[in-house]
Protein backbone atom coordinates (compact mmCIF):
# COMPACT_ATOMS: atom_id res chain seq x y z
CA UNK A 1 0.00 0.00 0.00
CA UNK A 2 1.12 3.23 -0.53
CA UNK A 3 2.86 4.70 2.58
CA UNK A 4 4.52 8.31 3.23
CA UNK A 5 7.36 8.69 6.29
CA UNK A 6 8.24 12.13 7.21
CA UNK A 7 10.93 12.50 9.39
CA UNK A 8 13.72 14.97 10.56
CA UNK A 9 12.23 17.33 12.96
CA UNK A 10 12.87 18.58 15.98
CA UNK A 11 13.40 21.53 17.97
CA UNK A 12 15.33 24.09 16.72
CA UNK A 13 16.66 27.72 17.26
CA UNK A 14 15.41 30.38 15.31
CA UNK A 15 18.06 31.14 12.26
CA UNK A 16 18.88 27.50 12.38
CA UNK A 17 18.18 25.51 9.77
CA UNK A 18 16.76 21.55 9.42
CA UNK A 19 16.34 18.79 7.07
CA UNK A 20 12.94 16.92 6.55
CA UNK A 21 12.25 13.61 4.47
CA UNK A 22 9.72 11.75 3.22
CA UNK A 23 10.24 8.27 2.56
CA UNK A 24 7.68 6.92 -0.04
CA UNK A 25 7.07 3.20 -1.00
CA UNK A 26 3.88 1.23 -2.50
CA UNK A 27 3.94 3.39 -5.56
CA UNK A 28 6.39 4.45 -8.65
CA UNK A 29 7.60 7.46 -7.21
CA UNK A 30 9.00 9.16 -10.35
CA UNK A 31 5.76 9.98 -12.19
CA UNK A 32 4.53 12.42 -9.38
CA UNK A 33 4.78 15.90 -8.39
CA UNK A 34 5.41 16.38 -4.92
CA UNK A 35 4.39 18.35 -2.43
CA UNK A 36 5.14 19.98 0.97
CA UNK A 37 1.94 20.91 3.18
CA UNK A 38 2.63 22.39 6.78
CA UNK A 39 -0.15 22.68 9.93
CA UNK A 40 0.85 25.70 12.23
CA UNK A 41 -0.53 26.18 15.42
CA UNK A 42 -4.24 27.68 15.84
CA UNK A 43 -3.77 27.34 12.33
CA UNK A 44 -5.48 24.78 9.33
CA UNK A 45 -3.24 23.73 6.69
CA UNK A 46 -0.76 26.09 4.46
CA UNK A 47 0.63 24.77 1.31
CA UNK A 48 4.46 25.10 1.04
CA UNK A 49 6.17 24.09 -2.11
CA UNK A 50 5.72 21.28 -4.68
CA UNK A 51 8.52 19.36 -6.86
CA UNK A 52 7.53 18.55 -10.62
CA UNK A 53 7.71 14.69 -11.55
CA UNK A 54 11.04 15.13 -13.10
CA UNK A 55 12.46 17.67 -10.28
CA UNK A 56 12.86 20.60 -13.13
CA UNK A 57 10.60 22.65 -11.39
CA UNK A 58 10.01 23.84 -7.95
CA UNK A 59 7.78 26.38 -6.62
CA UNK A 60 7.32 27.89 -3.16
CA UNK A 61 4.74 29.79 -0.73
CA UNK A 62 5.39 33.23 -0.38
CA UNK A 63 6.21 32.65 2.95
CA UNK A 64 9.15 30.39 2.62
CA UNK A 65 10.34 31.71 -0.91
CA UNK A 66 14.28 32.50 -0.65
CA UNK A 67 14.39 30.06 2.71
CA UNK A 68 13.47 26.76 1.87
CA UNK A 69 14.81 24.50 -0.90
CA UNK A 70 12.32 20.99 -1.99
CA UNK A 71 14.22 18.24 -3.73
CA UNK A 72 13.91 14.43 -4.39
CA UNK A 73 15.77 11.61 -4.61
CA UNK A 74 13.95 9.01 -7.14
CA UNK A 75 16.60 6.46 -6.68
CA UNK A 76 15.51 6.49 -3.41
CA UNK A 77 11.79 7.43 -3.30
CA UNK A 78 12.58 10.22 -1.22
CA UNK A 79 11.63 14.08 -1.11
CA UNK A 80 13.18 16.65 1.25
CA UNK A 81 12.50 19.63 2.69
CA UNK A 82 16.04 21.98 3.15
CA UNK A 83 14.91 24.83 5.85
CA UNK A 84 17.01 27.74 6.29
CA UNK A 85 16.25 31.06 8.57
CA UNK A 86 13.74 29.34 10.37
CA UNK A 87 11.55 31.43 12.60
CA UNK A 88 9.19 30.77 15.09
CA UNK A 89 6.17 31.20 12.50
CA UNK A 90 7.37 28.06 10.78
CA UNK A 91 6.68 26.06 13.99
CA UNK A 92 4.34 23.26 13.22
CA UNK A 93 3.52 19.92 11.63
CA UNK A 94 5.44 19.03 8.33
CA UNK A 95 3.18 17.09 5.70
CA UNK A 96 4.51 15.49 2.54
CA UNK A 97 2.25 14.30 -0.13
CA UNK A 98 1.54 12.95 -2.98
CA UNK A 99 -0.16 15.11 -6.25
CA UNK A 100 -2.75 13.28 -7.84
CA UNK A 101 -1.66 13.42 -11.62
CA UNK A 102 0.83 11.30 -12.25
CA UNK A 103 3.35 12.47 -15.66
CA UNK A 104 0.82 15.26 -16.54
CA UNK A 105 0.65 19.07 -15.03
CA UNK A 106 -0.04 18.86 -11.43
CA UNK A 107 -3.51 18.87 -9.88
CA UNK A 108 -2.51 20.90 -6.94
CA UNK A 109 -4.35 18.42 -4.85
CA UNK A 110 -3.15 15.54 -2.69
CA UNK A 111 -4.34 11.89 -2.86
CA UNK A 112 -1.99 10.47 -0.15
CA UNK A 113 -0.84 12.27 3.02
CA UNK A 114 1.91 11.31 5.39
CA UNK A 115 1.14 11.25 9.16
CA UNK A 116 4.07 14.83 9.21
CA UNK A 117 6.88 15.47 11.47
CA UNK A 118 6.99 17.91 14.08
CA UNK A 119 9.39 21.37 13.70
CA UNK A 120 9.66 23.25 17.02
CA UNK A 121 11.31 26.56 16.54
CA UNK A 122 12.27 27.87 19.54
CA UNK A 123 15.04 29.68 21.77
CA UNK B 1 -5.91 33.97 8.42
CA UNK B 2 -6.70 31.63 6.34
CA UNK B 3 -7.38 32.47 2.10
CA UNK B 4 -10.46 30.05 2.08
CA UNK B 5 -13.51 30.87 4.92
CA UNK B 6 -14.83 27.85 6.53
CA UNK B 7 -17.05 27.75 9.85
CA UNK B 8 -15.35 26.65 12.34
CA UNK B 9 -17.42 24.14 13.73
CA UNK B 10 -20.79 22.60 12.86
CA UNK B 11 -22.58 20.00 14.16
CA UNK B 12 -25.85 17.66 13.40
CA UNK B 13 -27.11 14.27 14.64
CA UNK B 14 -27.02 10.55 13.54
CA UNK B 15 -28.21 10.48 10.46
CA UNK B 16 -28.60 13.48 9.83
CA UNK B 17 -27.06 15.66 6.46
CA UNK B 18 -24.86 18.82 6.90
CA UNK B 19 -23.25 20.87 4.83
CA UNK B 20 -19.64 23.09 5.06
CA UNK B 21 -19.12 26.50 3.16
CA UNK B 22 -15.57 27.05 1.65
CA UNK B 23 -15.97 30.53 0.70
CA UNK B 24 -13.10 31.90 -1.74
CA UNK B 25 -12.80 34.46 -4.31
CA UNK B 26 -12.65 35.22 -8.27
CA UNK B 27 -8.77 34.17 -7.88
CA UNK B 28 -8.98 30.73 -6.73
CA UNK B 29 -12.29 28.98 -6.21
CA UNK B 30 -14.14 30.92 -8.66
CA UNK B 31 -11.10 30.31 -11.56
CA UNK B 32 -10.24 27.00 -11.53
CA UNK B 33 -12.42 23.76 -10.99
CA UNK B 34 -9.69 22.35 -8.36
CA UNK B 35 -11.14 22.19 -5.28
CA UNK B 36 -11.08 19.69 -3.09
CA UNK B 37 -11.61 18.54 0.42
CA UNK B 38 -9.91 16.60 3.11
CA UNK B 39 -10.88 14.80 6.12
CA UNK B 40 -8.19 15.00 9.28
CA UNK B 41 -8.58 12.60 12.69
CA UNK B 42 -5.78 14.78 14.82
CA UNK B 43 -2.25 13.15 14.57
CA UNK B 44 -3.35 11.25 11.56
CA UNK B 45 -2.74 11.92 7.87
CA UNK B 46 -5.72 13.93 5.96
CA UNK B 47 -7.49 12.14 3.69
CA UNK B 48 -8.88 13.20 0.33
CA UNK B 49 -12.72 12.80 0.52
CA UNK B 50 -13.45 15.30 -2.88
CA UNK B 51 -11.72 16.60 -5.59
CA UNK B 52 -12.71 18.76 -8.58
CA UNK B 53 -15.15 19.99 -7.11
CA UNK B 54 -17.30 17.14 -6.76
CA UNK B 55 -15.50 13.86 -7.54
CA UNK B 56 -15.07 11.02 -4.85
CA UNK B 57 -12.05 9.43 -4.80
CA UNK B 58 -12.06 5.18 -4.99
CA UNK B 59 -12.87 3.98 -1.83
CA UNK B 60 -15.15 6.74 -0.26
CA UNK B 61 -18.42 6.86 0.99
CA UNK B 62 -21.21 8.24 -1.31
CA UNK B 63 -22.51 9.63 1.62
CA UNK B 64 -19.57 12.40 0.95
CA UNK B 65 -20.23 14.83 -1.37
CA UNK B 66 -19.28 18.49 -3.39
CA UNK B 67 -20.43 21.35 -5.20
CA UNK B 68 -19.61 24.65 -6.46
CA UNK B 69 -21.22 27.55 -7.60
CA UNK B 70 -19.21 31.19 -8.25
CA UNK B 71 -16.64 31.43 -5.35
CA UNK B 72 -18.20 29.40 -3.09
CA UNK B 73 -17.64 25.31 -2.16
CA UNK B 74 -19.31 22.60 -0.48
CA UNK B 75 -18.97 19.66 1.52
CA UNK B 76 -22.51 17.84 2.11
CA UNK B 77 -22.04 14.75 4.62
CA UNK B 78 -25.90 12.95 4.34
CA UNK B 79 -26.36 10.55 6.85
CA UNK B 80 -24.22 11.13 9.36
CA UNK B 81 -22.01 8.82 11.67
CA UNK B 82 -20.06 9.04 14.41
CA UNK B 83 -17.05 8.08 12.48
CA UNK B 84 -17.42 11.16 10.29
CA UNK B 85 -16.61 13.29 13.69
CA UNK B 86 -13.35 15.15 12.39
CA UNK B 87 -12.00 18.18 10.84
CA UNK B 88 -12.55 18.90 7.20
CA UNK B 89 -10.29 21.20 4.90
CA UNK B 90 -11.21 23.21 1.71
CA UNK B 91 -8.52 23.79 -0.46
CA UNK B 92 -8.02 25.29 -4.05
CA UNK B 93 -5.55 26.06 -6.97
CA UNK B 94 -5.07 29.86 -7.28
CA UNK B 95 -2.91 30.50 -9.99
CA UNK B 96 0.53 30.20 -11.03
CA UNK B 97 1.47 32.80 -7.64
CA UNK B 98 -0.21 31.79 -5.04
CA UNK B 99 -0.24 28.08 -6.10
CA UNK B 100 -2.70 26.81 -3.56
CA UNK B 101 -4.87 28.14 -0.52
CA UNK B 102 -6.52 26.19 2.16
CA UNK B 103 -10.06 26.95 4.83
CA UNK B 104 -9.11 27.36 8.12
CA UNK B 105 -10.68 24.05 8.79
CA UNK B 106 -13.82 23.37 10.37
CA UNK B 107 -14.68 20.63 12.97
CA UNK B 108 -17.79 18.37 12.99
CA UNK B 109 -19.22 17.16 15.84
CA UNK B 110 -21.62 14.19 15.78
CA UNK B 111 -24.15 14.86 18.60
Known sequence: QVQLVESGGGV?????????????SGFKFTPYAMHWVRQTPGKGLEWVAIISYDGSSQFYAASVKGRFIISRDDSKN?????????????????????????????RYYFDYWGQGTLVTVSS | QSALTQPASVSGSPGQSITISC??????????NLVSWYQHYPGKAPKLIIYE?????????HRFSGSKSGNTASLII???QAEDEADYYCCSYAGSTTFVVFGGGTKLTVL
Open chain 2, 78 to 80: SGL
Open chain 1, 78 to 106: TLYLQMNSLTTDDTGVYYCARDFEDYGPP
Open chain 2, 53 to 61: GNKRPSGVS
Open chain 1, 12 to 24: VQPGRSLRLSCVT
Open chain 2, 23 to 32: IGTSSDIGSY
